[in-house]
């Protein structure tokens, strides 16, 4: 006999006791709307079908889960989906990591029932961010829970009835021109290919194959605890080494770690946000390194922009400095070099192609793709991940600290800036490094510290939804603290849209965001030097070429204004 909380579902009270039950549209927390009816059950006593995602458990309740007429059952619902759905499973980008298509083995669906008239729809793909293809589509929601509750952003709907329902945007419109942030979460809850990351890898491949060209490749912090999923190592592996190796296989140039990018935006954004504070400038100050965000406040809230900070993202400043200093000290042509950026998300292709990210005259970056991009460019190369030797960034570039590697995990921006800021308002060293305070996986985390004698009241926000609410109160005069780091997926770009995606079966058992967030934890605990102030490389070029953070060069090269739509080049 097992005991039961009030409101339990049979879904979750089979768990308990190991009995699977298949689901499609149901995502913990998320999407639990009891549509697609792949998970129904026998109720003995009842008549019909029970939908064991919504339906809760009751005293005395007996459950048949696998019978014979609930798998027959289960097997309508598939049917039905798989008539109107475009089968072209080889081509697409979700084969082998597809919910519907896991189902249909499981089913051992070997041919379609139903056959009839199906839906056509054009395929979406205006954006640099974000392909939609509902030709595709399952119509579970996912995708319109996720945007609205989770990110509170409703760019998607669903229109029509019947036959003719669809997913769709404000008057059929591409999501490039209504409000979506590129921030890829319903790229990541999508349970089928309907939405994917604008491909940027035959680009990639076109460069690598130019002898002419200077190919240059830089990673954020989020993939290397990423990248190993995709070739079935556990959730959150760091695989720095093995991924370095593997692209120097790929044929790159130069292998760089954007988390020395992270160590300059650290500088600069420290050095901002003290002389906001020294020279009662606007607080508080929020940070920019996301670029789902910036784009969130432009659309939302352009009256606030002299909040968030001009600091450019730390790709972008890793971009600049590539193209200037070190193109200058190791005397190449700046106009030869092609600086791709690897990293975990879609928003990133977006900020890119912005008019304002062209600190050295070229743009600071020239191709953005995700992990999972640069997962299926190593599979297509046939390197055996797995078995790949370790090697480390080339350097100068490839120096970074602790502070950097925990940007990619909400709250290490904040964590990383306290570190820098508050030695140098402190004028002394640190005795504790970790701010424990903004660390978790909670969507708003506050904290209150005394530095330098000084109360400093910091805010980390992390999911769109709760920056909203945390902008509504700074619209309506109500933020009383000084600093406040945003960052669009949540949990941060451990979370986000670029990175592999996990099945709800999957994310149902394990803690994604725990897994990668410790990995990430555990990086800055091994790493030497763990203050961004204190990289040696970044000392040297700030000695020898960029002058003091926050001078006249940095600002030309490491800082941007913000503005409300501002224009981009596809
Ligand atoms: S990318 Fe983000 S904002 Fe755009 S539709 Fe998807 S969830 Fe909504
Ligand atoms: S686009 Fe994907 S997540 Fe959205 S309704 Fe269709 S299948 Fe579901
Ligand atoms: S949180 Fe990270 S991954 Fe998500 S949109 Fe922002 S920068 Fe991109």
């Not at 080889?90 to 139903?114: K, S, W």
């Not at 942030?181 to 994917?196: D, E, H, R, W």
């Not at 240059?216 to 959150?236: C, H, K, M, S, Y």
């Not at 933020?479 to 996990?502: H, N, R, S, T």
Request: a neutral charge; aromatic letters at 6%; one cysteine or more.
């Amino acid at each position: 006999m097992f005991k039961y909380k009030n409101g339990t579902t049979i879904l979750e009270a089979a768990k308990k006791v190991n009995i699977d039950i298949p689901t499609l549209c149901f995502l913990k927390e998320i999407n639990e709307i009891g549509d697609c009816r792949i998970c129904v059950v026998e109720v003995e006593g009842k008549r019909g079908f029970a939908t064991s995602c919504i339906q809760k458990v009751e005293e005395g309740m007996v459950v048949h889960t696998n019978t014979a007429k609930v798998i027959e059952a289960r097997r309508t619902v598939l049917d039905l989906i798989l008539s109107n759905h475009d089968r072209e499973c080889l081509t697409c980008v979700r084969n082998g990591n597809c919910e519907l298509q896991r189902l249909a083995q499981e089913f051992g669906v070997t041919d379609i029932q139903y056959r009839g008239e199906r839906n056509k729809h054009e395929i979406d793909d205006k954006s640099p961010s974000i392909v939609r293809d509902f030709n595709k589509c399952i119509l579970c929601r996912r995708c319109i829970s996720t945007c609205k509750n989770v990110q509170g952003i409703g760019a998607i709907d669903c229109t029509e009835r019947g036959f003719s329902s669809c997913i769709s945007t404000f008057e059929n419109h591409s999501l490039n021109d209504v409000n979506c942030t590129f921030c890829g979460q319903c790229i990541q809850n999508c349970p089928v290919g309907a939405l994917k990351e604008k491909d940027n890898t035959s680009l990639v491949w076109e460069k690598l194959k130019d002898e002419d060209t200077y190919v240059v490749v830089q990673t954020a912090p989020a993939v290397r605890v990423g990248l190993g999923e995709e070739f079935g190592l556990p959730i959150g592996t760091n695989v720095a080494g093995k991924m370095v190796t593997a692209l120097k296989r790929l044929g790159f140039d130069k292998v760089f770690d954007t988390n020395t990018g992270a160590d300059f935006t650290i500088m600069e954004e420290a050095t901002e946000f003290i002389e906001r504070i020294k020279n009662h400038g606007v607080l508080p100050m929020t940070t920019s390194c996301c670029p789902a965000w910036v784009r969130f406040v432009e659309m939302n809230y352009p009256d606030l922009l002299d909040h968030v900070s001009s600091c450019k993202s730390p790709h972008q400043m890793f971009g600049a400095i590539i193209k200037s200093y070190y193109a200058k000290k190791n005397n190449i042509d700046p106009s030869k070099i092609f600086v791709i950026s690897v990293m975990p998300c879609i928003a990133k292709k977006f900020e890119r192609t912005r008019e304002d990210m062209q600190g050295t005259g070229f743009d600071d970056v020239d191709a953005v793709i995700t992990t999972r991009e640069l997962a299926r460019m190593i599979k297509q190369a046939h390197i055996e991940f797995v078995e790949l030797p370790d090697s480390g960034f080339d350097n100068p570039m490839g120096e970074a600290t602790g502070a950097a590697a925990i940007f990619g995990v909400t709250g290490g921006v904040m964590e990383a800036a306290l570190r820098t800021a508050a030695e140098i308002l402190e004028g002394k060293k640190l005795e504790r490094l970790e701010f424990e305070q903004v660390r978790g996986e909670q969507g708003i985390k506050k904290a209150c510290l005394n530095i330098a004698g000084k109360e400093i009241k910091v805010v980390v926000v992390s999911g769109l939804n709760n920056a909203r609410k945390v902008m509504d109160d700074m619209k309506n005069g109500k933020a009383d603290y000084d600093f406040l780091e945003v960052m669009a997926c949540p949990g941060g770009c451990i979370m986000g849209g670029g990175q592999p995606i996990k099945s709800s079966k999957t994310r149902n058992v394990v803690n994604v965001f725990k897994k990668r967030s410790d990995s990430l934890y555990s990086i800055d605990e091994k790493s030497a030097i763990r203050k961004s102030h204190e990289n040696p490389y970044l000392k040297q070029a700030y000695k020898e070429y960029i002058g003091e953070p926050g001078g006249h060069e940095a600002h030309k090269l490491l800082h941007t204004t913000y503005g409300a739509m501002k224009k981009y080049r596809i």
